[in-house]
């Protein structure tokens, strides 16, 4: 079975300050791993995903995450916040090889960005 | 990148009546579409899977007399909201998922589904 833990349900950062969105997975085969944004009255945006291949991982918008699979974890950092990226974010994990592209989200966490 | 539209984007109905929400992949197959349901600041329930061509698989709790989800092409889902109450109000949010080795589901803008 497979299931993800975002640490801090709410984030508050200063506008060009480090974000850092906090992911633990559990999972019984190699994972799949997504970062998804949802903004209000919205559907789901992927950020990126970690399939194989390179454990760093760049996506939309400046983020990127690292899949770090002594940790069971996967991050989500942006060097410099921007009043835009207020929004909910979600941690996904799909396990491939037995539920195919069924996904299983954390809780979210939502960020805030101050002026 | 992978389209998924839905129909309508928010609808208000009456208790007792019911209610179809379309989901739709524009510009590829998709094989299997899921549905979720957000409550208010939380995060999304799977509420079902469903394969093109095939019956609905509904997760534990969700009553499939009520949710009923119809997969009858490889771009068109539907979940019809049957004899709706005011605790079925929430946030109903499709994905599709193609033939993708990455078994990436896009996701639909949502509906907002207000009952009376």
């Known amino acids: 079975a497979q299931s993800v833990t975002q640490l801090g349900s709410h984030v508050s950062v200063s506008e060009g300050a480090l974000v850092l969105l906090r992911c633990n997975y559990s999972?019984?085969?190699?994972?799949?791993l997504f970062w998804y944004v949802q903004y209000p009255n919205q559907g789901l945006q992927l950020l990126l995903k970690?399939?194989?291949?390179?454990?760093l991982v760049k996506g939309i918008n400046g983020f990127e995450a690292e899949f770090k699979k002594s940790e069971t974890s996967f991050h989500l950092t942006k060097p410099s916040a921007h009043m835009s990226d207020a929004a909910e974010y979600f941690c996904?994990?799909?396990?491939?090889?037995?539920?195919?592209?069924?996904?299983?989200f954390g809780e979210g966490t939502q960020l805030t960005v101050n002026p | 990148g992978a389209v998924v539209s839905q129909h309508p984007s928010r609808v208000i109905c009456k208790s007792g009546t019911s209610v179809k929400i379309e989901c739709r992949s524009l510009?590829?197959?998709?094989?299997?579409m899921f549905w979720y349901r957000q409550f208010p600041k939380k995060s999304l329930m799977l509420m079902a899977t469903?394969?093109?061509?095939?019956?609905?698989?509904?997760e534990q709790g969700v009553e499939k007399d009520k949710f009923l989800i119809n997969h009858a092409s490889l771009t068109l889902s539907t979940l019809t909201v049957t004899s709706a109450h005011p605790e079925d109000s929430s946030f109903y949010i499709c994905?599709?998922?193609?033939?993708?080795?990455?078994?990436?589901?896009?996701f639909g803008p949502g509906t907002r589904l207000t009952v009376t």
């Open positions: 510009d590829f197959q998709a094989t299997t």
């Open positions: 996904a994990v799909s396990e491939r090889e037995t539920s195919g592209s069924r996904l299983t």
């Open positions: 999972s019984s085969v190699p994972p799949y």
């Open positions: 994905s599709a998922s193609g033939t993708s080795a990455t078994y990436e589901q896009y």
């Open positions: 469903s394969n093109e061509g095939s019956k609905a698989t509904y």
């Open positions: 970690y399939t194989t291949g390179a454990t």
